[in-house]
């Protein structure tokens, strides 16, 4: 499966914004899609995953602000972004895994990355 992240932008602190992770060549519904960001100089961390099964999780930080979900019809998995501030600022990317669920923050189980959205938030 290869993964297509999109819909990023330039928005003010407060504003809110929502990103297209678009499958092809494998359904959505058979892997855990996270979503994972990096801004500048800094390492690339995960954001939030949409379980195969429909769990959720997502970092500390995004809790209560971002919402993940999925349009199976669209084989897509969206990141809705609410009050977004400053430190929200960073090139947004998804991936799919088959990894457990206990170990879906990590990175390096998740394949089919595609060119990043870059998602700036002025202040």
């Known amino acids: 499966v290869q993964l297509q992240a999109s819909g990023g932008g330039l928005v003010q602190a407060g504003d809110s914004l929502t990103l297209s992770c678009a499958a092809t060549?494998?359904?959505?519904?058979?892997?855990?899609i996270g979503w994972f960001r990096q801004a500048p100089g800094k390492e690339r961390e995960f954001v939030a995953a949409?379980?195969?099964?429909?769990?959720?999780k997502y970092t500390d930080p995004v809790k209560g602000r971002f919402t993940i979900s999925r349009d199976n019809a669209k084989n897509t998995v969206y990141l809705q972004m609410n009050s977004l501030n400053p430190e929200d600022t960073a090139v947004y990317y998804c991936?799919?895994?088959?990894?457990?669920?206990?170990?879906?923050?990590?990175?390096?189980?998740?394949?089919?990355w595609g060119q990043g959205t870059q998602v700036t938030v002025s202040s």
């Open positions: 991936a799919a895994t088959t990894v457990v669920w206990g170990r879906v923050t990590q990175e390096n189980f998740y394949t089919g």
């Open positions: 060549g494998g359904s959505v519904r058979r892997y855990t």
């Open positions: 949409f379980g195969w099964s429909g769990n959720t």
